[in-house]
């Protein structure tokens, strides 16, 4: 599967955005998706992850609270909807596909074996 990732920005603290990854093939319903990002002279940390039916997600504790993961398997679309955004929001965003899931395996990179290309969201103070 083909990953392409968009809707990245440039915002001012606490505003939103919506980022959408959108998967090529027909096998998508049967991948779980996640969100990466990296900061600026960081490491690529976990975001949050969804299973293939949508019945269960997972958040990174930064973001709980603030962003959703949800899926349209009709469209092959992933999307992230980040609101409250702040100023460490800043980041280079991925999405990931994995044919693992569970609280463990969702949050580490290797788990994923297809990626996108990185959506860049700056939040300004």
């Known amino acids: 599967v083909q990953l392409q990732a968009s809707g990245g920005g440039l915002v001012q603290a606490g505003g939103s955005l919506r980022l959408s990854c959108a998967a090529s093939?027909?096998?998508?319903?049967?991948?779980?998706m996640g969100w990466f990002r990296q900061a600026p002279g960081k490491e690529r940390e976990f975001v949050a992850a969804?299973?293939?039916?949508?019945?269960?997600?997972y958040n990174a504790g930064s973001v709980k609270g603030r962003f959703t993961i949800s899926r349209d398997n009709a469209k092959n679309t992933v999307y992230l909807q980040m609101n409250s955004l702040k100023p460490e929001d800043t980041a280079i965003y991925y999405c990931?596909?994995?044919?693992?899931?569970?609280?463990?395996?969702?949050?580490?990179?290797?788990?994923?074996?297809?990626w996108g290309q990185g959506t860049l969201v700056t939040v300004s103070s």
């Open positions: 969804i299973s293939w039916s949508s019945s269960t997600t």
């Open positions: 093939g027909r096998t998508f319903s049967s991948y779980v």
């Open positions: 990931a596909a994995a044919v693992v899931f569970g609280s463990r395996a969702v949050v580490e990179e290797s788990r994923y074996q297809h």
